[in-house]
């Protein structure tokens, strides 16, 4: 999985995060107190050659602060897939991030973020969580980034893919917390339309290319991708938004 790792050993023998990234039904390996974090994947970014469009929203969050589990509890989790950057048109959108089971009374629900299209794309919402951020909207320079603290800014302002609102290395997410990376950076002919980090959107792309395919960047895990504008729509792709995650922390006792 991009720029995360999928299993870091804490002390003893709980482990500190365990990242699930396919739909599954998944039991708890020991009796614990677990926190939940739930991603909807990000929505696709737009191609076109009218240099008019934007990129695809963030996923939206959920967090479950806490929840007592045994080895005989059982949820159902199933991983949203991040939206396509179709060439020379729209994109799609995100898929929906949940997770239901024992001891909970709703299901936890991250919806994906929205396709890029002629306006700002809506990041997805969320429900029935402790903590529920929608995410960000995509916007001209990039792909929303997923908003874990709820302090992003609503829509992308700056000039690539929007960042994590936790930001930092990604390997220190840990305890009830996670720590997303930086939006990728957009650009001109050949020079930008980078990918994002965890949980951030990627970067757009312009250029006036009719040999080569252009693609806006790729929206990292929950972010949304980059749009693309091309003279040639047969070479104008947009960015792929990132698929949704499911990543559960054992609290310490």
Request: overall charge negative; charged content about 10%.
């Amino acid at each position: 999985m991009s720029n995360f790792t999928d299993f870091i050993s804490g002390g003893g023998s709980l482990p500190v995060n365990i990242a699930l990234t396919k739909s599954q039904t998944w039991v708890p390996p020991v009796d614990g107190t677990i926190c939940i974090h739930v991603v909807g994947a990000g929505g696709g970014g737009r191609a076109t050659t009218s240099f008019a469009g934007y990129s695809g929203g963030g996923g939206g969050y959920c967090k479950k602060n806490s929840l007592a589990v045994t080895t005989s509890s059982s949820f159902t989790v199933v991983i949203g897939a991040g939206g396509d950057g179709n060439s020379g048109g729209y994109g799609d959108d995100g898929g929906n991030t949940t997770v239901s089971g024992t001891g909970l009374t709703s299901t936890l629900t991250a919806n994906g973020g929205t396709r890029g299209d002629n306006s700002p794309a809506p990041g997805g919402t969320a429900a029935n969580g402790d903590v529920n951020y929608t995410g960000q909207s995509g916007g001209f320079y990039g792909g929303g980034g997923v908003r874990v603290n709820g302090t992003l800014s609503a829509t992308v302002t700056q000039n690539k893919g929007g960042d994590c609102d936790s930001l930092g290395d990604p390997s220190l997410s840990g305890y009830g917390y996670l720590v997303g990376g930086s939006g990728g950076e957009s650009g001109e002919n050949g020079g930008g339309g980078a990918n994002g980090g965890f949980l951030a959107g990627g970067g757009s792309i312009s250029d006036n290319s009719t040999t080569l395919v252009i693609s806006g960047g790729a929206g990292g895990v929950g972010g949304g991708g980059g749009f693309c504008d091309n003279s040639s729509s047969a070479y104008a792709k947009g960015g792929p938004g990132g698929n949704g995650i499911v990543i559960i922390q054992y609290l310490p006792a």
